[in-house]
C-alpha cells in the first residue's frame, strides 16, 4: 500500500465556523488582505466585520464568472498595488480558484500562462504561494482543498488548469451555513458535481486506501441527502452533509484523479457556457455504463469492475444489487433533480468530434479507471445527449 497524500494545511469543517476566522487571521499572516468574492451572494458582510475586528485591513475584488485570463491578471494587480499579504477566497468554486491562482501570482514572477496546462507553458511555480484562506460558500467542487485552479482561455475555448502543491490552501474553512440560501438549482448541480468527484476517483486507476474511506462515506451520504437538500433548502441536516461531500470530493479527486465525467466536462465547459455541475451529471451515469462495459469487455480489470458493484450496493441499498441498477439509481437522482441532458445545454452533434479530440488531452481523463476508445467516447456523449 503506497500512498502519497496532501491537502491544505489546516481544514475546518461544522456549521458556524466562519467565525473561527477571527482567530486565525489574529496577526498571523499580515495587516492587510485580498479578498476575493462574488459580486452578489453571499453577503460579506461578517467577514468584514471579522477582518476589522482583527485590525486586519481589507481590499476587495468580485469575480463575476468563472474566471480567465484577465480576471486572474486584474486581481493580481489590485493586490499588488495594496500590498496584500494574505488571500480570502470568499464564494464558489469559480471565487476560490480565482484567489487560488492570484495568491500564487502574488509571488511568482511571469504571467499566467507560464503555468498554465495545455495551452500554456505548464511551468512549476518557484515561490510558495501568498498565505490562502479559502472559504467555499457553495457545496460542490471541494476547491478549498486541491491543488488545481481551473482557468477559461477565450479564445482557445479551452478550460485548462494551474496545477501546482503550492496552491493548496494555508486554510479551508468549510461552514455549510454559508450555503443555507443557495437556490435549488444550483444545489442540484452543484450537489452531483461533488457526487461526481467522490465516484470518479473511488474508480480512479489512482485510487488508494486512504481516498476509498472518504469516498465510500461521501457516496452513501450523496445518496442520502441530495435530493433531500435539493427538495427542502432548510433541511439543513441534509445542507451540512452535502457540504461534506462536497468536501470529500476535493480530498479525493486532489489525490486520486478523476475520470472520463470530468475529461469531458473541461473541453465541454470551454466550448458552452453550461454550468461544470450540470455537464458533470449529465455525463455521469453513461460515463459510468461505458466504463463498466469496457472493463468487463477488456479482461483484467476485475477489482476496478467490483468497485462499480460497490457504488450499487451503497447508492441502491441493497446488498446484492448489480453494476445497471447502481448506474440507473443515479440517472433517476438527475432525473428527479431535473439536471438537463448535454442536448439542453447547447451542445449539438456536430461537436462532438472537437469534445472528443480535445478530451483525450485533459488530465482528468487519465484517472479514468481504463484507456476508451473514440467510440467509447462518442457513445458516452450519445447516451448523454
Ligand atoms: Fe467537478
Not at 231 to 246: C, L, P, T
Request: aromatic share 8%.
Amino acid at each position: 500500500m503506497n500512498i502519497d497524500f496532501s491537502t491544505a494545511n489546516r481544514i475546518i469543517f461544522g456549521a458556524g465556523e466562519l467565525l473561527t476566522l477571527r482567530k486565525i487571521i489574529d496577526g498571523k499572516y499580515g495587516k492587510r488582505v485580498l479578498i476575493i468574492k462574488g459580486r452578489k451572494y453571499p453577503n460579506p458582510g461578517t467577514l468584514f466585520s471579522i477582518c476589522e475586528d482583527a485590525k486586519v485591513k481589507w481590499t476587495y475584488f468580485n469575480v463575476e464568472q468563472e474566471p480567465d485570463i484577465e480576471t486572474i491578471n486584474q486581481a493580481v494587480r489590485l493586490g499588488r498595488e495594496k500590498e496584500c499579504e494574505f488571500v480570502i477566497g470568499f464564494g464558489g468554486g469559480s471565487v476560490i480558484d480565482t484567489g487560488k491562482a492570484a495568491a500564487a501570482l502574488l509571488n511568482n514572477q511571469g504571467s499566467l500562462l507560464d503555468y498554465l496546462e495545455v495551452v500554456g507553458k505548464g511551468k512549476p511555480l518557484k515561490n510558495p504561494s501568498k498565505p490562502y484562506i479559502a472559504i467555499p460558500t457553495t457545496a460542490g467542487t471541494g476547491s478549498e482543498v486541491t491543488r488545481n485552479a481551473v482557468i477559461l482561455v477565450p479564445d482557445k475555448k479551452a478550460k485548462v488548469s494551474m496545477r501546482n502543491a503550492y496552491l493548496l490552501p494555508e486554510v479551508a474553512i468549510v461552514d455549510p451555513e454559508l450555503t443555507y440560501g443557495i437556490p435549488r438549482t444550483i444545489t442540484g448541480v452543484t450537489g452531483m458535481d461533488a457526487f461526481t468527484q467522490v465516484i470518479e476517483p473511488y474508480v480512479s486507476r489512482y485510487s488508494n486506501s486512504l481516498v476509498d474511506i472518504f469516498c465510500e462515506d461521501a457516496i452513501k451520504k450523496s445518496a442520502s441527502y441530495l435530493l433531500r437538500g435539493w427538495k427542502d433548502g432548510s433541511d439543513y441536516e441534509a445542507r451540512d452533509n452535502i457540504s461534506w461531500v462536497s468536501l470529500m470530493g476535493g480530498l479525493a479527486l486532489a489525490n486520486a484523479k478523476l475520470g472520463a465525467a470530468h475529461g469531458l466536462a473541461g473541453p465541454i465547459g470551454g466550448m458552452f457556457s453550461a454550468p461544470h455541475g450540470a455537464i458533470c451529471a449529465a455525463l455521469l451515469p453513461s460515463v459510468m455504463l461505458v466504463n463498466a462495459e469496457a472493463l468487463s469487455i477488456r479482461g483484467s480489470h476485475l477489482e476496478k469492475l467490483s468497485r462499480f458493484k460497490d457504488i450499487a450496493r451503497w447508492v441502491t441499498g441493497k446488498e446484492n444489487a448489480n453494476i445497471n441498477e447502481g448506474i440507473e439509481w443515479i440517472a433517476s437522482l438527475c432525473e428527479n433533480m431535473r439536471i438537463p441532458r448535454l442536448s439542453e445545454l447547447g451542445i449539438k452533434k456536430e461537436h462532438f468530434p472537437t469534445i472528443i479530440q480535445k478530451s483525450k488531452k485533459s488530465s482528468s481523463m487519465r484517472g479514468n479507471p481504463i484507456q476508451l476508445t473514440g467510440q467509447e467516447i462518442e457513445k458516452i456523449l450519445e447516451l448523454s445527449f
